[in-house]
């Protein structure tokens, strides 16, 4: 049997691929910038927060923890709508992929806080330092070194998981994919760019966030 590739029907879309990456790389800075701010915040509720706000972030984090994220992301652009919520296919996707990291990078820094030692944060209390200022300057660079290589995975997966987003019309890097193999029907060799493409995403957000943590998070 004789397999006939033909790569140049996909790379001549390269135009709706460019899109697709786009839209994969924007999707994904978005929501790593966003569900890492509430990470930090859910993690300082978990670990330090008043017992009344404890119960609401760690139901937040259970649920979205053990739930599929494609469960997340129709809930959200197909359920929320029977309650008057109606979102763009882009919006919602920001939604479930922050929510979805902000719930796993709120563990993953809680796990660094938890692994501080009390002298520090008696030492920061010495010095007159305001709780907040204890946090921010003196328990949180640390703790997010330890666990930097844990949240640099996770993001990783986020992005890969942005993939899932095209099932509701986000215009993606897949999404791209599934309109190119439709168009032209060469499907092993459209998903195979795509593979690809995913590939090198993810190598480039690995090496950016190694290389952006001690240099702009946490300091060396």
């Known amino acids: 049997m004789q397999v006939d590739l033909n790569f140049w029907a996909i790379l001549n879309q390269w135009p709706f691929l460019l899109r697709g990456i786009a839209w994969t790389v924007g999707l994904t800075a978005v929501s790593l910038i966003i569900g890492f701010t509430l990470g930090i915040l859910c993690a300082w509720a978990r670990a330090y927060g008043p017992r009344g706000l404890r119960w609401p972030v760690g139901a937040y984090v259970e649920a979205i923890r053990n739930t599929p994220f494609i469960v997340q992301l129709f809930f959200i652009f197909f359920g929320l709508p029977s309650l008057g919520v109606r979102l763009s296919p882009e919006v919602a996707s920001v939604i479930a992929m922050v929510l979805n990291l902000g719930a796993y990078?709120?563990?993953?820094?809680?796990?660094?806080?938890?692994?501080?030692?009390?002298?520090?944060?008696?030492?920061?209390?010495?010095?007159?330092?305001?709780?907040?200022?204890?946090?921010?300057?003196?328990?949180?660079?640390?703790?997010?070194?330890?666990?930097?290589?844990?949240?640099?995975?996770?993001?990783?997966?986020?992005?890969?998981?942005?993939?899932?987003?095209?099932?509701?019309?986000?215009?993606?890097?897949?999404?791209?994919?599934?309109?190119?193999?439709?168009?032209?029907?060469?499907?092993?060799?459209?998903?195979i760019v795509a593979t690809i493409l995913y590939l090198l995403l993810a190598v480039a957000l690995r090496r950016l966030l190694t290389w952006a943590g001690p240099r702009f998070i946490f300091g060396r």
Do not use: D
Request: charge should be neutral.
């Open 105 to 191: 990078s709120t563990e993953i820094i809680r796990a660094g806080l938890m692994a501080t030692p009390k002298g520090q944060t008696e030492a920061g209390v010495s010095l007159a330092l305001s709780p907040v200022q204890v946090f921010f300057y003196i328990v949180l660079p640390p703790s997010l070194k330890r666990v930097w290589p844990a949240f640099v995975s996770q993001c990783v997966i986020v992005m890969l998981g942005s993939a899932v987003c095209g099932q509701i019309a986000t215009e993606e890097l897949s999404y791209a994919a599934n309109v190119i193999q439709a168009k032209n029907f060469h499907t092993f060799e459209a998903y």
